[in-house]
């Protein structure tokens, strides 16, 4: 079973940069399936980030595009999310997620089926 | 854009009642992109409904979701006491942005 893992710094600066990886243990991130960040700030709901295909390809939120990066390391089985001039709105808890291709329905689930346990990010001096 | 909105914000009920959850959208959704998700306090969401009325794998039947035109209806038909949390629908569209979320309803114990 696919099991993802969020690491990274849990304090960042406002106007720095925040960076976070996602381990993908139990499959291969070179398989069929998309790979997510969605993050949620205290008491409030869900936000899409992005998405990555294991090839580079990415959707961005539009409300984020232009602080957003999400890449891959394929030799580490590996995501990561960079999010720069952060301030305090960006303190959330941020998820790494996987929407699967279906064999069977020959189709994505086009929802998120494994998730990380999540990780607390805090922007503040 | 497409716009979720979740009602009620908060349904409150007794374990062994039936719930029913509700999630409209803006515009035109397929039931193909629709999905359901459950979360406790301190947790990951969960995985519940996806293609509007497919359960994910180790939902029990409880769980069931339809879909009329724009609405869409999450109903826990005999809720058990680990049922109550919040819920949040999410979509899937051609245009940006590609996924977005309910706003969520709580779920609370009567």
């Known amino acids: 079973q696919v099991q993802l893992q969020e690491s990274g710094p849990g304090l960042v600066k406002p106007s720095g940069t925040l960076s976070l990886t996602c381990a993908v243990s139990?499959?291969?991130?070179?398989?069929?399936?998309?790979w997510f960040w969605v993050r949620q700030p205290p008491g409030k709901g869900l936000e899409w980030i992005g998405e990555?295909?294991?090839?580079?390809?990415?959707n961005y939120n539009p409300s984020l595009k232009s602080r957003v990066t999400i890449s891959v390391d394929k030799s580490k089985n590996q995501f990561s999310l960079n999010l720069i001039s952060v301030t305090a709105a960006d303190t959330a808890v941020y998820f790494c997620?996987?929407?699967?291709?279906?064999?069977?329905?020959?189709?994505?689930?086009?929802?998120?089926?494994?998730w990380g346990q999540g990780t607390t990010v805090t922007v503040s001096s | 854009e497409i716009v979720l909105t979740q009602s009620p914000g908060t349904l409150s009920l007794s374990p062994g009642e039936r719930a029913t959850l509700s999630c409209r959208a803006s515009?035109?959704?397929?039931?193909?992109?629709l999905a359901w998700y459950q979360q406790k306090p301190g947790q990951a969401p969960r995985l519940l409904i996806f293609?509007?009325?497919r359960r994910a794998t180790g939902i029990p039947d409880r769980f069931s979701g339809s879909r009329s035109e724009t609405d869409f209806t999450l109903t826990i038909s005999r809720l058990e006491p680990e049922d109550f949390a919040v819920y949040y629908c999410?979509?899937?569209?051609?245009?940006?942005?590609?996924?977005?979320f309910g706003q969520g309803t709580k779920l609370e114990i009567k």
């Open positions: 997620a996987r929407v699967p291709y279906s064999s069977s329905l020959l189709d994505y689930y086009y929802a998120m089926d494994v």
């Open positions: 139990g499959g291969s991130i070179s398989s069929s399936d998309w």
């Open positions: 990555i295909f294991h090839s580079g390809n990415t």
């Open positions: 515009q035109s959704v397929s039931s193909s992109y």
């Open positions: 293609a509007a009325s």
């Open positions: 999410q979509q899937y569209g051609r245009s940006p942005p590609l996924y977005s």
